[in-house]
């Protein structure tokens, strides 16, 4: 035995002994929860009040959770539109103790979204715990987009930014609605460190549904997925606030005497300075991201409502570069590049929107909405940086003197980048929208109209030396390595709209949902009508009620928005038409115990076969589309997912995704090419868990890794894109204390009002792995291109304090 495994052994056997030792003093409660009409409620929350403990219900209502014995336990039963419950119990050592609840509609929240929830038949769409985003280790402070780069299907090489790819789709092809308002992002951004904060305040969530593909007609014209959250409506006054070294936040929210006005809001602050010290290219940042935002709800009568939701964000990004030093190679050759800057870069986006939705709810089984909206976006990106770099060979025989020294100069030479960019629009539109549920049916209809108002402004160049010349190379004057110089203007109207049907079909062996829809788009800007039919079904056979069978598919077609117009040169193509996606989706999900707790298997195959596809290529989180060229291509692969409580009380789970995507473009005789987001292999795991015997110490671990990605030199021909960049590896973890807790209040007068405050270490990037998410490319004196790594953040430490009041 080698001298490492006695310990090893020793160790496991005293960690088993320990989680025994707690399971022991562990109880079980199990029973159904169901609503005013006796039906089952699934995916109800189950929760111990001040404990990291709890679970959800089955398709069948029913739920079971170890529980800690011989203590007097608050539990709390909940679901979105129903009013929440407390209970409290205390249980026996190993007792089994029963507890069925009913469940009552909330007052005033006879929506959309409860004559929606009548029905199973949710096809491809998963729903989150919002809680889960705010106790993630993130880099990103994207709550919400860091939770849902765990899921299958879903990848992110990049954890400075909260956009991702979705089975071979890219950024631009997810739909994100914040109660029924889809939400844009700024344009321009061209790195992770730009971004700033994501539209989404996790602190006003209430619910998250998301859907990789194969989504209803009810959703929008784009290709590969939807994130679909809503925004809480409150109950009482209460709020939270936050603080770290990556920024802070507040929120507040309250319902006044009268019940008839509710309002949540928050402000946030980011600031990255901290984990961009860690990049290689060295220098005064100063980045500055701020977010305001509130929706306010006001009920008229029982049945009739006005919301307002109201954004305003703006992102500062000056940076002054000075140096920059990156080793790179193999084990047998290893290069380094050494650049000293001038100049800087300053950028702005300031964004703002505005959305008033007027809610007519007659009856439980009829909805009517009208919807107004309105997004500006202003964004500047302006910098000038002069680089000098040299690239060298290094020393590689550790034995000699000069190990690790330069011994071969590969090049010299020097680039100037300048831009003036500048881009204002405006989107405004009006929507009706409604819901009517008898009882086997579920309509649900839309008819929106948008208009858009573009202006983009685009002068770019590039001058690139090396060794005495310039690139490209002329023995007769200076050329510019690249530029662009463009006064793009777009005035646009797009139509749009749905019709679809819920339909529970009354069968004798389980109980089958077939949901049909069919979308309509029309843009005046290229007249085309656009037609997506799509269906779902779900099937629970009543033999076999852990079982839930999926197929969903249908046609899914994305009308340029304004950047997949444009080619290299920044001309608009007109002749552009809609992006086209074929898909089909076939899914089960299989319910199972596991050391008599609840798991469940998620599992998708996916097709998708797409036509008229625009080539682009990606710099960073940068897509730069071929507007001037067109591809057939196709997207194939497996997802699974497993989740449950791998510790007592706490769910966790793993995703593992296998995806192929190819594309080949039209004209270019060089047949099928991998398209820039094929993954193969995509892991990810969301792990919880607690000290045994005193759940106040807590912990939460994610967990990445994605295969290599297909990279090729500058300004190329999209057959060149072959390199692979090395794979993605990050693990983020996080440990917390409760400090304090409604059972556990400080008895000072200044710290009452506090109901709960923790404090928080994360560590991030915990292996300290260097991840690639570009490259630079620079010149040998032999003309040769070498690609010189843009590596992201390395590990760092991030303190956090949370208060709740």
């Known amino acids: 035995m080698k001298p490492g495994k006695p310990i090893l052994l020793l160790l496991a056997s005293l960690l088993f002994s320990i989680q025994l030792v707690a399971q022991r003093n562990n109880a079980t409660l199990w029973g159904k929860v169901t609503g005013e009409n006796g039906q089952a409620i699934e995916l109800a929350n189950i929760a111990i009040k001040n404990y990291p403990l709890g679970t959800v219900t089955d398709s069948k209502g029913n739920y079971l959770l170890r529980i800690p014995a011989e203590k007097e336990l608050t539990l709390i039963f909940s679901f979105m539109g129903y009013q929440a419950i407390e209970k409290v119990v205390q249980a026996k050592q190993e007792e089994r103790l029963e507890l069925n609840i009913q469940l009552r509609i909330q007052p005033n929240t006879i929506d959309e979204v409860q004559v929606s929830r009548r029905k ?43 956009q991702y790819s979705v089975r071979g789709g890219n950024f631009d092809e997810n739909l994100v609605y914040v109660n029924d308002i889809e939400i844009y992002r700024p344009f321009l951004v061209r790195s992770g460190q730009q971004e700033g904060l994501s539209f989404i305040n996790p602190d006003m969530v209430s619910a998250i549904e998301f859907s990789a593909g194969g989504f209803d007609a009810r959703y929008g014209d784009k290709m590969a997925s939807v994130l679909d959250i809503k925004y809480r409506k409150p109950l009482a006054f209460s709020g939270s606030a936050s603080g770290s070294l990556l920024g802070g936040s507040l929120h507040v929210e309250d319902l006044s005497k009268n019940k008839k006005l509710s309002y949540t809001g928050g402000v946030r602050y980011k600031t990255n300075r901290y984990l961009l010290g860690s990049l290689d290219e060295k220098g005064d940042y100063n980045p500055d991201f701020i977010d305001i935002q509130t929706y306010i709800t006001y009920h008229f009568t029982d049945h009739f409502d006005l919301s307002f939701l109201w954004n305003l964000a703006t992102n500062n990004y000056h940076f002054k570069p000075e140096t920059r030093a990156t080793s790179f190679g193999t084990f047998q050759t290893v290069y380094n590049t050494k650049i000293y800057f001038d100049g800087q870069e300053k950028d702005r986006f300031a964004t703002t929107l505005g959305a008033l939705s007027a809610n007519y709810h007659p009856s439980s089984k009829l909805n009517l909405k009208l919807i107004a909206s309105a997004f500006r976006t202003k964004e500047e990106v302006n910098y000038d940086i002069l680089g000098r770099y040299y690239l060298n060979e290094l020393e590689q025989d550790m034995a000699s003197e000069s190990a690790g020294d330069s011994v071969l100069n590969l090049g010299i030479g020097s680039f100037l980048n300048h831009a003036r960019n500048k881009l204002s629009a405006r989107v405004v539109s009006f929507a009706h929208k409604g819901a009517y549920s008898s009882s086997n049916h579920l309509l649900n209809w839309e008819i929106k109209a948008q208009l858009e108002n573009i202006d983009d402004r685009v002068n770019e160049w590039e001058i690139r030396d090396s060794t005495g010349y310039s690139l490209p190379y002329s023995d007769e004057k200076v050329e510019l390595f690249r530029v662009v110089n463009t006064n793009n203007q777009m005035n646009n109207l797009r139509l749009s709209g749905h019709l679809q049907d819920t339909y529970a079909v009354p069968i004798k062996n389980g109980e089958l949902y077939l949901t049909g829809g069919l979308r309509f788009n029309y843009w005046n800007y290229t007249n085309e009508w656009l037609l ?16 839930v069978f999926r197929l969903a598919g249908g046609s899914y077609q994305q009308p340029a928005l304004f950047k997949e117009l444009k080619d290299r040169d920044g001309n608009i193509n007109p002749r552009i038409k809609a992006q086209k996606s074929t898909q089909l989706v076939l899914g089960t999900d299989y319910l199972f115990r596991a050391w008599d707790r609840p798991f469940k298997l998620s599992s998708e195959v996916f097709y998708k076969y797409f036509s008229h596809l625009i080539p682009y290529q990606v710099d960073n989180v940068q897509i730069r589309y071929l507007g001037d060229q067109e591809a057939t291509g196709y997207a194939a692969g497996f997802d699974f997912k497993v989740n449950g409580e791998f510790v007592s009380g706490v769910e966790s789970w793993v995703s593992v995704s296998l995806l192929q995507t190819q594309e080949d473009i039209i004209g270019d005789g060089y047949g099928w090419i991998p398209r820039p987001t094929d993954q193969t292999l995509n892991l990810s795991l969301f792990f919880q868990d607690y000290f045994p015997g005193n759940p106040s110490y807590k912990m939460h671990l994610a967990a990445f890794y994605g295969s290599r990605l297909p990279v090729g030199p500058p300004n190329s021909e999209r057959h060149q894109d072959t390199f692979r960049m090395p794979p993605y590896r990050r693990i983020d973890i996080g440990f917390s204390k409760i400090i304090i807790s409604p059972q556990n209040r400080s008895a000072a007068k200044l710290l009452a009002p506090i109901k709960d405050l923790w404090l928080s270490l994360e560590v991030l990037n915990l292996l300290g792995v260097r991840n690639t998410v570009s490259y630079f490319w620079v010149s040998s004196n032999s003309g040769d291109l070498f690609a010189v790594p843009n590596y992201l953040t390395d590990r760092k430490l991030n303190v956090k304090l949370t208060v709740k009041f």
Not at 146 to 154: D, R, S
Not at 532 to 546: H, L
């Open 120 to 162: 199973n038949g949710h096809g491809t769409m998963t729903r989150l715990d919002p809680a889960f985003a705010n106790q993630l280790p993130d880099a990103s402070s994207s709550g919400i987009e860091t939770l849902i780069k765990t899921l299958p299907g879903v990848s992110s090489n990049n954890e400075l930014s909260s």
């Open 532 to 547: 997506s039919p799509r269906f779902s079904a779900s099937y629970y056979p009543k033999e076999q009620s852990r079982l």
